[in-house]
């Protein structure tokens, strides 16, 4: 199918899910993974009013972000090295994946340097599984605390990754979790703002995602296609 085609029939899918979850369309949005497309399909994905890119890795996207970042809002989704916070702060958006106190202090002294606050997701790893990143969610709180202490980061919402699984069902644990967790955090009001974003759902499991309260999911191959 074409982009436009898979567009249209993933908008279907979240409208769909979104009145059976009696959710509104609106409070769900959609960032178009491109790390795997080129340069010319994520031009493509602009051109049919996609406005939200996410990509991986600063070396991978710096030539898509130098040809394209004036016509969209960019998501830095993959785990950023400290030493890497100079290339992507002030390209990108939003950060999806603040999981530890060296990045954040690195963002938070960038920041400052720049006059910028970094909108920032927490990662948690909640599915527990070693071979993703995020803190341990018997180490958020401690971890936020920390974080709200410093003034050039502004923490908009929770940010997790599901397991694989074939069954999509599998998922809605990891992600009950992630907002059950943001819903603790914002009772403890550690923030002067409320917490309100969940960054949660990729292509296979993104519809369960909805229901259990993602307001951005983070869609590559069902949306753009992923070339080899």
């Given at each position: 199918?074409?982009?436009?085609?898979?567009?249209?029939?993933?908008?279907?899918?979240?409208a769909a899910v979104c009145q059976?979850?009696?959710?509104?369309?609106?409070d769900v949005k959609v960032i178009?993974?491109?790390?795997y497309v080129s340069l010319e399909?994520?031009?493509?994905?602009?051109?049919?009013?996609?406005?939200?890119?996410?990509?991986?890795?600063?070396?991978?996207?710096?030539?898509?972000?130098?040809?394209?970042?004036?016509?969209?809002?960019?998501?830095?989704?993959?785990?950023?090295?400290?030493?890497?916070?100079?290339?992507?702060?002030?390209?990108?958006?939003?950060?999806?994946?603040?999981?530890?106190?060296?990045?954040?202090?690195?963002?938070?002294?960038?920041?400052?340097?720049?006059?910028?606050?970094?909108?920032?997701?927490?990662?948690?790893?909640?599915?527990?599984?070693?071979?993703?990143?995020?803190?341990?969610?018997?180490?958020?709180?401690?971890?936020?605390?920390?974080?709200?202490?410093?003034?050039?980061?502004?923490?908009?919402?929770?940010?997790?990754?599901?397991?694989?699984?074939?069954?999509?069902?599998?998922?809605?644990?990891?992600?009950?979790?992630?907002?059950?967790?943001?819903?603790?955090?914002?009772?403890?009001?550690?923030?002067?703002?409320?917490?309100?974003?969940?960054?949660?759902?990729?292509?296979?499991?993104?519809?369960?995602?909805?229901?259990?309260?993602?307001?951005?999911?983070?869609?590559?191959?069902?949306?753009?296609?992923?070339?080899?």
């Amino acid at each position: 199918m074409s982009i436009a085609e898979q567009k249209q029939e993933v908008e279907a899918r979240i409208a769909a899910v979104c009145q059976r979850a009696d959710r509104q369309v609106e409070d769900v949005k959609v960032i178009a993974v491109t790390k795997y497309v080129s340069l010319e399909t994520t031009q493509q994905v602009l051109d049919m009013g996609l406005q939200h890119i996410g990509e991986n890795r600063w070396q991978d996207v710096k030539p898509k972000w130098e040809a394209l970042h004036e016509r969209g809002t960019w998501h830095f989704l993959g785990h950023l090295q400290t030493n890497k916070v100079k290339d992507v702060i002030g390209k990108f958006a939003y950060i999806h994946s603040l999981d530890r106190m060296s990045l954040a202090k690195e963002l938070d002294k960038q920041g400052a340097a720049l006059g910028l606050v970094v909108n920032c997701f927490l990662q948690v790893n909640i599915s527990g599984e070693a071979t993703k990143y995020g803190v341990a969610p018997d180490q958020f709180f401690a971890f936020t605390e920390e974080v709200s202490k410093l003034s050039n980061i502004r923490v908009c919402g929770l940010m997790t990754m599901a397991p694989y699984e074939l069954e999509a069902e599998e998922t809605r644990p990891v992600f009950r979790g992630l907002r059950e967790l943001r819903d603790r955090l914002n009772e403890r009001k550690l923030f002067p703002y409320e917490v309100t974003e969940l960054s949660m759902g990729m292509s296979g499991d993104f519809e369960v995602a909805i229901e259990e309260g993602a307001t951005w999911v983070r869609l590559g191959t069902v949306l753009v296609g992923k070339e080899t």
